[in-house]
């Protein structure tokens, strides 16, 4: 019986130090998440700066809005999971590309989701890792934006959506499509009534410059987005493992009483049967 006290107090020590850890990586994540959200509205003031600026460039030109020839191929960049203990949330992107996810071009983000698609024998047409900090999603939206230039101008791929997540009012992780090339100029409002900007390039050049601009701030801002939902992910997944934590050590711990208090019944009873004999 004290060896099995004993095995009870090891198990509860053990699971003892995995809650350590389950704390741990619950309030990293949460750190990041926070960190994430916090910089969003610089990420979309940045974006709705650019689009500003593209709208006044539109005005100013004096043939229709330009538009690039779309190859009848698109392509997706996909945000997945980049580290474990977060659900089903890679799962949930992949689901929400439907039947395109063995015909379409795919770049993606995140290396689980990169071994979920191995395992469906889908090889992307490019992949990349999510940054563990928000500090390195501009230098990833600058390699993401390589790649799809390169593809473009190779004719491999005409137009672009992402497909991400992020945490809508209703508090829940929602996966969003959204076109990110080529550019809709339908989507900028009209500044023709403003006085026209002075510029030192012509507007058709300057309107490529500011499209490459717009395309890498719409890759910061949906990078934070799944940055966030993911580290949000993974705080709900160790909440539950918390709880689960909690609900084993009450069940050791009130087995442990129970067999502290059969041995000392035991030795009482041993106790009292050698005096008796005395």
């Given at each position: 019986?004290?060896?099995?006290?004993?095995?009870?107090?090891?198990?509860?020590?053990?699971?003892?130090?995995?809650?350590?850890?389950?704390?741990?990586?619950?309030?990293?994540?949460?750190?990041?998440?926070?960190?994430?959200?916090?910089?969003?509205?610089?990420?979309?003031?940045?974006?709705?700066?650019?689009?500003?600026?593209?709208?006044?460039?539109?005005?100013?030109?004096?043939?229709?809005?330009?538009?690039?020839?779309?190859?009848?191929?698109?392509?997706?960049?996909?945000?997945?999971?980049?580290?474990?203990?977060?659900?089903?949330?890679?799962?949930?992107?992949?689901?929400?590309?439907?039947?395109?996810?063995?015909?379409?071009?795919?770049?993606?983000?995140?290396?689980?989701?990169?071994?979920?698609?191995?395992?469906r024998g889908i090889a992307p047409l490019w992949s990349g890792a999510m940054p563990g900090h928000t500090q390195g999603i501009p230098r990833l939206a600058d390699h993401i934006a390589e790649a799809v230039y390169a593809r473009v101008a190779s004719g491999e791929i005409g137009n672009l959506d992402a497909v991400f997540s992020r945490r809508g009012?209703?508090?829940?992780?929602?996966?969003?499509?959204?076109?990110?090339?080529?550019?809709?100029?339908?989507?900028?409002?009209?500044?023709?009534?403003?006085?026209?900007?002075?510029?030192?390039?012509?507007?058709?050049?300057?309107?490529?410059?500011?499209?490459?601009?717009?395309?890498?701030?719409?890759?910061?801002?949906?990078?934070?987005?799944?940055?966030?939902?993911?580290?949000?992910?993974?705080?709900?997944?160790?909440?539950?493992?918390?709880?689960?934590?909690?609900?084993?050590?009450?069940?050791?711990?009130?087995?442990?009483?129970?067999?502290?208090?059969?041995?000392?019944?035991?030795?009482?009873?041993?106790?009292?049967?050698?005096?008796?004999?005395?």
């Amino acid at each position: 019986m004290t060896e099995r006290l004993a095995d009870i107090s090891a198990r509860i020590d053990g699971i003892g130090q995995l809650g350590a850890v389950v704390n741990a990586m619950r309030g990293i994540a949460a750190a990041r998440a926070q960190q994430a959200i916090g910089q969003l509205p610089a990420a979309d003031s940045h974006a709705a700066t650019i689009a500003d600026a593209i709208s006044r460039v539109l005005s100013m030109l004096t043939s229709a809005a330009p538009h690039a020839q779309a190859a009848p191929i698109t392509a997706l960049v996909v945000f997945c999971a980049e580290q474990g203990f977060v659900g089903a949330f890679s799962e949930h992107v992949l689901d929400a590309i439907g039947a395109e996810l063995g015909t379409a071009p795919l770049l993606v983000i995140g290396t689980r989701g990169l071994a979920m698609l191995a395992e469906r024998g889908i090889a992307p047409l490019w992949s990349g890792a999510m940054p563990g900090h928000t500090q390195g999603i501009p230098r990833l939206a600058d390699h993401i934006a390589e790649a799809v230039y390169a593809r473009v101008a190779s004719g491999e791929i005409g137009n672009l959506d992402a497909v991400f997540s992020r945490r809508g009012e209703d508090h829940l992780v929602h996966v969003h499509r959204r076109r990110l090339f080529p550019l809709d100029p339908a989507e900028f409002h009209s500044s023709a009534q403003r006085n026209p900007p002075l510029l030192t390039q012509k507007p058709e050049v300057l309107l490529r410059e500011l499209t490459a601009e717009y395309l890498h701030a719409q890759l910061c801002a949906i990078a934070l987005h799944a940055f966030a939902a993911e580290n949000e992910a993974r705080m709900e997944a160790m909440a539950m493992a918390h709880g689960q934590i909690d609900r084993q050590l009450a069940d050791l711990r009130a087995t442990q009483r129970r067999v502290r208090q059969d041995e000392i019944t035991a030795e009482i009873i041993e106790l009292a049967a050698g005096s008796a004999r005395g």
